[in-house]
């Protein structure tokens, strides 16, 4: 009974509108007092936000979202998306793929979602509609494409569920790497498929010569140090992801002063990241506390058994999930659904004897799904915010791609080998 | 009447802390109490973060806290912080009776530290000695440790590496294994309990035993407000069960860690027993440790001196 | 859209008083701020440099660890609790909200604020006096550096207090302006998607 006061004030919280971290305090405050009296609440209102983020690896959180804001405000995203265009050269939908790769290299360089569908918006869509694209397909890409930077590391998501399960952020990042050429290429597949059902949607570019093809790509020098710098560091073990993180933000800084950023712009980047990680402290505090009483009511162990004993056959649960986060996805921002399932679902696929970097993996792409889909989608918010296109052509756009999405998912449901393999070549 | 205590850890549920001591000292409050006083654990950081769980035992939120030594060895009961002073300990069991000495109505850490501070120590669960136990590279002389950077938990042992010529290196212990293969770190301050459950003496070729840096672990605690609710036979019980647990837990480790040092010697790692003139002359380099600790905490009011002489006492019984 | 409502009248004494006390409380953020960005870019250099000279030099620094862990995440992930409160930068689901009466979301955002207040307010309490006890008992940490850790404690207990504050701001003037159907006094808060590369996750 306590139990379920506690979750329905959650849910009313969060319905009215109320911050997240808000909600979660409140109602974990409440339930606690309901399940321990003033004694427990008071311990542990007083002792949790001092002790909650006092961890070397919380660093790597601010330092990831610092390169992207650097790397942001040094516009090399530009130069990405005329090396993916050049490339292109007169294949069909040339452009909508150079978005998906840029989508892709982008997301090798910087960790948030958001950020990089507005890149994308500023630098890949005018030139698509300009060329005659359908604003459907132009927008659609370009708002799953962005979602390509949680998937790929390095990922802020996939630190914060780290941190939250306890898991090596190393293992985690790595275990993106092919899933996030999966669904790169599966994005890719989307389009070319569209393209084929309706080639006026995507009129031809033009055709460059090999000269021009190589002068274009020497820019990429600067998108290759970053990545070797964070991901290559990473996965060979020459540095923790915390070193890694750092070196990224300062590598990144050292990109943006290279390419003439004033520094208004970079100390504006410092100001969004605090605003950003402290969005990211708080919801963690919230999450801790509403987690204490969820388990101290033992209504984790309540669910975890019954799902656990209730005769479902365990890939019937995770297929639940599945349907889960994709209802979630609609309505919440992808850091409040890891923040608020991730204390219950990770024990459970503990119990179920399943890997959780696989899971956590399978999340993160269900995660990308809900930021393009309706209501609630803040990568066709951002698109729309941008090219004053409605965002319901957005969301329209991106339902070819939510349907690829979901085979995808299958995939990495069906053999979990392509997430596990490579964080499993990894030393320690 | 049945009373239920909540059992707090920062450990996971299959650590040997839990299964090997909170369990254990869970089942013995069961049986002493006649069944009356039942314990049930939460493992893995499920009722409050290591860092927050002596706040909780103390505001009343957790009944028994698992509190690592080293936590706590800096700010809450500096005196535990004996347990990482080097040079003192022989095994764990020494170590565990000494602290039962010490830290027992009228003993010296729970008349000046405990009780001041309202705290129980229901029972002490340290580590087997740590060392250097292993290394990428080879230890023979006290010499050779000059340069070595030496991964430590902090505190007292920073100051024992510092003495004794190393590097102090701080990172998280699952961090270990990696920069040991890289060589980012030379060497490790462990028992050979940790570096069998991390796997290091597979990156490692050299090790060395027969040295105490220092014997760092948990305390289980209660405060006393809590436990002075409790019936005087439940009092009792809660005190022989600690007991026990630690008993338990000390002759526990002790049999692990000389199988897990047997086993790897005879894997092939190159094992350096310190001898009688090298444990002379680490003692002797690493006398200004010791006195530092204790100058600081008399300082503070603390008799640091006089814990330091009782422990050893009390180890040579 | 809705069309945004205007309050003609002059602003009252009650209108006032919540500009004054805004004033105030974005005069502490602002400094807030200004320490958290300095706290990042010190996070950002100090283990670059501890990993270079780790690696090249071979001599990492030992006191990094300490300083980050104890002060500067502290700093970097809480001392803007409050400013980012002020300027709608915490996460929340608008969705529903967005559907009610203008007059009901403010209630409801008040009551919710006033709901939170209790909460954070004995964080915060608690934090104070955790963090008076340290620095009454002297504690410092034990180890080469000894690093005052009240320090550590009074930037968490700080940075809650003034979230209290701006709780309880918010809380009275938006309870209020729904009860004396005044928009005016409502705090008004720009909406995130006005700046979406400043969501960044
Ligand atoms: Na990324
Ligand atoms: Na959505």
Redesign the interface.
Known sequence: MDALLGIFALFA???????????L??SG?LGLWLV?GS?????????????????????T???F??M??FI?SSRVSDDMFNIARVWMGRTPGGLAHATALTGAAFGAISG????A??TLSATSIPGMLKQGYSPKLATGVAAISGTLSMLIPPS??MIIYALLA?L?VGRMLIAGVIPGILVSLTILATVAFLVWRNPEHAPAGERYTLREKIVATKSAWSFIFLFLMVTGVIYT????P??A???G??GA?FLAVLRRTPAKEL?RA??????????????IIGA?VF??FL??SQVTQTIIDTLVNSGIPHIGIIIMLVFIYLILGC??????MLILTVPVVYPLILQLGYDPIWFAVVTIVMGEVGMVTP??G?NA??IA??TNIPVGQIFEGSIPHVIAHLIAVALLIAFPELVLWLPNTM?? | QETTLRLGSHLAATAPGVAEGSQVLADRIGELSGGNVKVDIFPGEQAGKALQMYDLVKAGAVDIGTVATGYVSSDKLPLIGVLELPGLASSTCAVTEAMFELGAEGGLIYENELKPNGIRVLAYMPYPPYGPAVSRRDIEQVSDLQGLKMRNAGGMMEHTVVALGGVPVKMSAPEVFQALQRGTIDSVLFSFLSVASYDLQTVAEHGTTGYSFGTPGDLLIMSERRFNSMSEDEQNALIEAGRDASMHWCSYVDQVESDHIEEMREAGLDLHVWTDEQVAELNEKTASVTEEWAAQLDGRGKPATEVIEAFRAALAD | MPTPQTDPSPPSVLARASDLVDRALSAVEKGTLALAVLALFGIMVLIFIDGVLRYVANSPLTFVVDVVVLYLISAGFLLVLSYTLRHNGHIHVEVFADMMPKRLQRLLSGLAYLGAAPVVGIMAIEMIHLTLESYVQGEVLIGLYPMPLWLSKAIVAFSLAVLELRILHMGIFNTLSALTNRPRLAIRMSLPIDNPEEEMV
Not at chain 1, 112 to 115: F, H, Q
Not at chain 1, 270 to 283: D, K, L, P, S
């Open positions: 919280l969060l319905v009215i509108g109320a911050p997240v971290a808000l909600a305090l409140m405050a321990g004694q427990l609440l008071v311990g542990i209102l007083g002792t949790t936000a001092g002790s909650s983020i006092q961890g070397y690896e919380f660093a959180v601010p330092m979202i610092l992207a804001n942001i948030s979602s958001t950020a569908a507005a802020v998501a306890e090596s073990g020459i540095a923790t915390t070193e993180s750092a070196f933000a300062v800084l100390i410092g100001v969004t990241t605090a605003q950003a990680t402290c969005m990211i402290g708080f919801i801790l987690g204490y388990t101290l309505f919440m921002d992808i850091i409040a209501p609630l803040m918010f951002v915010k941008y030393d320690g």
